[in-house]
Structure formats: C-alpha cells, structure tokens
C-alpha cells in the first residue's frame, strides 16, 4: 500500500528507524548525482569536520535545555525567554564567542534540524515529567565529544542505488567551508554495507528509493561499538502497514524467550515455515534502563544495611521510603517494556493471521535453572502480557515443553547439545546448518507437535540419541 493509497484510506502510517554502517566516505554533486572519490587527506579534513558537527549539534541543544529548563522549571519571566529565539543564526555569534569557531563549517540544514528536533526527547515521557514536575532532575547534557548524532532533514537527504550497490548522501557542510576543504560540495555520500544475505535491509531500502515508503529525516552517528572512524547512518520513514489478517489455527507462530533479546519469533502457514525470524525487543535499552534504576536500589540496600552507616531515625526512613519507591518504579518500567514486546508480537501475528501461538512452559524454578534470564527480562510479565494479548487477539496460546528446543536442528532435526557452541550460535554437527540459537529455537517452536517430534528422537532410556 502506498502513502497515497493509505491517506485515502486513512490509514495511519508508522514510523522505522533503520540503521545501517556506512563505508569511506565520497564527494557528492547533488545537481547530477555524482559521486567523487576523494584523497586520504580530504577523507581526514572530512572526519575531523564531522566530528566538529557533532560537538556542535551537542553544544546547541544544550544551550535549548538551559532555555527549556529556565522557562519551566525556574519559571523565568516569558519576554525575558523569548529573547532567546530558537534561530540557529542568532546562536552563531555566542558559540563563536565561546570560541567554538565550528559553528560556521556546519550546514544551515543541520542546525535547523538540530533546533526543530532537537530539545523534544529530553522533555518528553517519565524523565520530562520529573523535570517539569518536580523538578528533581538535573538538566540533561548531551556529550560534546564528537558522538552525537547529527540530525538531517529528508529534503537534504539523498538515498539512491548505483548497480548492486546502495548510497545515502547528506548535505553536513557549509559550502565556504567546502571549498576551503577543497571538497566538490558540502554534501558527503557514504556506501551503506548491507549484508548479501540481509533481504530485509535491501528491500527497506528499495521500497525507500521507490517511493512506497517515505522518507521523514535521518542521521550521521559514530559508531559507540569501534568508535574512530566508523559511522553508522540512520534513516526514518513512514509507511502504510499490510491490513490485518484473519487468525487461523493452522498458521502457528514459535515464541521464544531469547537470550540476548526478549523473545525471538518464526511463523509457520499449514506447515510450511517462513524464510524469516524476527527477534522482538532490544536487550541492551531494557537493561541499561533498569540498570540504572537497580544501581540505585543496591546502593541504598547497601547503605541501609552497613554498620558504620550514619543513617538513623529519620534519615533511614526517607532511604526507606525511597527503596521502596525505586522498586515500584522498577517494577513499572519492566511492565512497560514487557507490554510493549507483547504488543510487538500481537501485531505480527495479525500481520500473517497467526492463530495459534506456542511458547516455550517456563519452570516454576527459573530464578534457579536460568537466574540470568530472570533477572534481566522478568519472564513471567513477559508471559502475562503475552496471554493477555493473545486472549485480545483470539488467538490459542500453546506451551510447550521446552527441553531440547534449543538443542535442536530447525532444518534437519538432529538433536545434540553441541550444536550450541556459543550461548548465542547455533551450528548443527550433523548438516552443518548455522543460525543464531534464538531464532533456531523459534522455529522450531513453530513446529506443530514439536514435542512429539523431540521424543521421538530419543532413546528409550530417555538419553538423546
């Protein structure tokens, strides 16, 4: 469905982030959409100014925060505020009194994105509410040290194909600045490294190219994992999802609760599997942002229960008090993110008509058999929030047993717990087929009588085979 089709319709358009590494970077001439290979030292000058960018892009919206922060929480008087215009113009001239000179090498675009886009996510959701509320929060502080994003509008942004090969040009640098550079134009082009096997990028961004989905902003990052000169390119679009199906019985969907990742799925129509798994959820976000919370709760526990602590009387209550409050926030946010999963794995199955669903029986004694698993997803509100989907989507939840599921083989069904080298590989000894060991696990939970499939395989003396 195109975007046209679904404004007719009046279907609501959802929002993807896809992110992709980027290679060496190229000269670009936006006019005819040429690319221009570039010298070792013009690929430095343009590393350096990159960064330079990104410091800037930080520093700017840290100056909105202090504006933000001074009109909603210190209550500053309106026409003192509205002084402060968000311009990117006017803030040239205090950055490069500051000294930061940088200002003037950035792109208008960039700086224009920054001051539309920028403040937003600091005052939104809980942490915006305990700054505009209570007041309780320090102002948020973006870091200055050539890692942050550097945002770009969709009219400066150039996504295109050249043979097998796909390419995202950006306009980062002011054209003075260029040519000092000696560059053939402020605008940068970046090969984006897409996977031979990866269908699912190539075709996101086809459909990109296309037309069919609709390109909203996007952004220049480094890479957090490598950091020197490796950048990771950021895309947004909005598109028409497929219309929901009707639920069918004999098309199965295999939930698994993953290891890096809450729960990975696959998706089986009369017995024929799909190509695809999907992992749900990012493990990482869901526990850096309960870290967070639980170092908090440790250092209070601590606190309480040390012997040469000073608190007493009612110094220790307030710590009390506010343990307490901590666990229940706790609680809220692994709810919240347990819902959200659910909700993520109710709309793919109505995206196929997934009637049935089956899922691993998790043990009374998982705090025992898999603590780290219990500690970090919480499973059993995971389980909550998946049945009380599946009772909204008419769907018939399955539990399966789930004993040998990760052991084995998706695509020939040998079982042997060596095929799990690694907690998150997969490699089958018998037909050498390899897949990460979440998603193995969630075909074969897709598997109608996957049970009787596992006995069968074994010995009579209940050994595997």
């Known amino acids: ?84 215009k968000p311009n990117y113009s006017l803030v040239k001239g205090p950055l490069k009194r500051l000294g930061i000179e940088e200002a003037e090498q950035v792109a208008g675009s960039v700086l224009s994105q920054t001051f539309a886009l920028g403040v937003k996510p600091d005052f939104q959701g809980e942490h915006g509410k305990g700054l505009l509320l209570k007041g309780e929060r320090q102002i948020p502080l973006h870091r200055t040290d050539g890692t942050h994003p550097i945002p770009q509008r969709a009219t400066e942004t150039r996504l295109f194909q050249v043979e097998k090969n796909f390419y995202v040009a950006m306009q980062v640098f002011a054209e003075t600045w260029a040519k000092k550079q000696e560059l ?103 526990l850096n942002t309960r870290n967070l919370i639980r170092s908090e709760i440790v250092h209070i526990i601590k606190a309480l229960k040390s012997k040469d602590s000073p608190l007493d009387g009612k110094a220790r209550a307030i710590y009390r008090d506010k343990l307490r409050d901590l666990r229940k926030r706790e609680r809220r946010v692994m709810k919240m993110a347990s819902q959200t999963v659910a909700a993520r794995i109710a709309d793919t199955a109505k995206r196929h008509g997934a009637g049935t669903w089956q899922m691993e029986d998790l043990s009374p004694d998982i705090k025992t058999d898999q603590p780290w698993l219990a500690r970090n997803w919480a499973p059993g509100m995971l389980l909550d929030a998946v049945r009380w989907q599946a009772r909204q989507c008419g769907a018939e939840l399955v539990m399966v047993n789930p004993a040998y599921t990760s052991q084995r083989c998706a695509r020939c069904g040998h079982i042997d717990p060596q095929n799990r080298p690694k907690q998150t590989d997969f490699k089958c000894m018998a037909c050498g087929h390899e897949d990460n060991a979440d998603k193995n696990a969630a075909r074969n939970l897709s598997v109608v009588g996957i049970e009787k499939l596992i006995a069968d395989f074994k010995a009579p003396n209940g050994a595997v085979q």
């Open 184 to 286: 053939p134009s402020g605008w940068l082009a970046f090969p984006i490294k897409v996977k031979p096997r990866d269908k699912t990028m190539a075709g996101q961004l086809l459909k990109t190219i296309g037309g069919e989905w609709k390109l909203k902003n996007s952004r220049l990052m480094r890479n957090p994992r490598t950091g020197g000169n490796r950048w990771l390119g950021q895309i947004v679009v909005a598109f028409a999802p497929e219309p929901f199906k009707k639920m069918t019985r004999s098309v199965v969907m295999g939930i698994d609760l993953g290891v890096n990742v809450p729960a990975c799925l696959h998706i089986s129509e009369n017995g024929k599997p799909l190509p695809w798994a999907m992992m749900v959820g990012r493990g990482r976000d869901m």
């Open 1 to 84: 469905m195109s975007e046209q089709e679904a404004a007719q319709e009046g279907t609501k358009l959802l929002a993807k982030t896809l992110t992709f590494g980027l290679g060496n970077p190229m000269g670009f001439k936006s006019k005819g959409s040429v690319l221009v290979e570039l010298t070792e030292d013009q690929r430095k000058a343009i590393y350096n100014g990159l960064r330079d960018a990104s410091t800037v892009v930080a520093r700017i919206i840290n100056l909105l925060n202090s504006r933000e922060y001074i009109r909603q929480i210190m209550k500053v008087p309106e026409e003192l505020v509205a002084q402060f």
